[in-house]
């Protein structure tokens, strides 16, 4: 069982910055495939970016190429979000994900991540 938790979300001016974390804490043999992904009122879940087991490979979706930065730490606890040049249109509620471990590559798809954090708020302000 993974446990995540993500925090560093806020409301910031367009234009600006902010870096959400996920930690995650459990029973992980090593770092699983993780994503992010964001939900806006009255819209589905939608994909944000993604990253394979071994931190190799990144993908991101195209609204925010560019722009954001998905990054992990050396301990193969933590993942980041580095959401540059924002824009209000990013407003949502935050969500890291994971995969099980059996799983090498990242998938653009809610349904095949196992793992959820609570979720964090990011406001953008125009």
């Known amino acids: 069982q993974v446990q995540l938790v993500e925090s560093g979300g806020g409301l910031v001016q367009a234009g600006g910055s902010l870096r959400l974390s996920c930690a995650a804490s459990g029973r992980t043999f090593r770092r699983p495939a993780m994503g992010w992904f964001r939900q806006a009122p009255g819209k589905e879940r939608e994909f944000v970016a993604a990253?394979?087991?071994?931190?190799?490979?990144?993908h991101y979706a195209d609204s925010v190429k560019g722009r954001f930065t998905f990054s992990n730490d050396d301990t193969n606890r933590a993942v980041f979000l580095q959401m540059n040049s924002l824009k209000p249109e990013d407003t949502a509620v935050y969500y890291c994900?994971?995969?099980?471990?059996?799983?090498?590559?990242?998938?653009?798809?809610?349904?095949?991540?196992?793992?959820w954090g609570q979720g964090i708020q990011v406001t953008v302000s125009s």
């Open positions: 990253i394979n087991w071994s931190g190799d490979q990144t």
């Open positions: 994900a994971a995969r099980l471990p059996s799983y090498y590559s990242y998938s653009t798809y809610p349904r095949d991540y196992d793992y």
